[in-house]
């Protein structure tokens, strides 16, 4: 019998071995042990998180604290949307890959593709696998999702050159229920020295924490789909957001001349 069903097309990872380990029992265990040792409190699953997309040796951790928070939900979650900035490829709007799976060295993820499909109908979404093949803002976090949730499909967004309001329609569209999580990448100020890079960081996360919109790429670079997150949780009228950890690389690698801000946070539905 011959099926009629689409051949799958998986994208590779492109950033193993570079950002994370690309041995899968090294990767796990790295993984792993960022859990273990997340700053976390006893805080209930979010709805949404903003979590940093750099090499794990300089973000990890702090990623490590909003990703810990789903563990409770592992048999919840059902469909990830994952929204990160793009870092290569120019894009107006927002891109969704023509792809099934993703990958990373923990195994593949199939894509929501009804929903992908769904969404390239819309004025401001392209379908772009150019613009995801090295994407690093959004596979960085596909392991953490691997390792804290059982089956789930992914619904991958790469954000351009879009409008606030681009954004938060689309997160609107996708909002969903108590079975859809929604991941925001982002880290923060980028190559400042230590002390400007704090202060800097701090008044974003004050931005962040009070759902402001007018955040711009100097402060994240993951602005638009952060500020996306802000407007769409505006209309629902969500509480304020938690703030789970707040460092940068200086913290975490120790460099401190030039260092990138990394910033956690949770959304939650009242």
Not at 190 to 219: F, G, N
């Amino acid at each position: 019998m011959t099926s009629s069903a689409a051949p799958a097309k998986t994208r590779p990872p492109a950033v193993a071995g570079l950002f994370y380990p690309g041995d899968k029992a090294r990767l796990r265990t790295e993984v792993e042990q960022l859990l273990e040792h997340a700053q976390t409190r006893s805080l209930p699953v979010p709805k949404a998180i903003v979590a940093p997309h750099a090499g794990y040796i300089y973000s990890g951790p702090i990623a490590a604290s909003a990703y810990a928070l789903l563990v409770p939900a592992r048999d919840r979650v059902k469909r990830v949307v994952l929204l990160g900035p793009t870092h290569r490829v120019a894009v107006r709007g927002l891109a969704v890959p023509s792809v099934t799976h993703f990958a990373t060295p923990l195994g593949t993820i199939e894509l929501d593709v009804e929903c992908l499909r769904e969404l390239s109908a819309c004025a401001a979404v392209a379908v772009s696998d150019e613009a995801h093949a090295l994407e690093h803002s959004l596979e960085v976090h596909l392991p953490f999702l691997q390792q804290v949730l059982d089956e789930f499909t992914l619904v991958p967004i790469a954000v351009g050159d879009a409008s606030v309001e681009e954004v938060a329609d689309v997160i609107d569209r996708l909002w969903g229920g108590p079975e859809t999580l929604i991941v925001v990448s982002s880290d923060l100020s980028h190559y400042l020295p230590y002390r400007q890079a704090r202060a800097v960081d701090s008044a974003t996360c004050e931005a962040i924490l009070d759902l402001r919109t007018d955040i711009d790429h100097e402060q994240a670079c993951g602005a638009t789909p952060v500020t996306g997150l802000a407007l769409a949780a505006q209309r629902r009228r969500l509480p304020r957001p938690e703030l789970l950890d707040l460092r940068n690389s200086g913290d975490t690698a120790g460099d401190k001349d030039r260092v990138v801000g990394y910033g956690a946070f949770a959304f939650y539905e009242s």
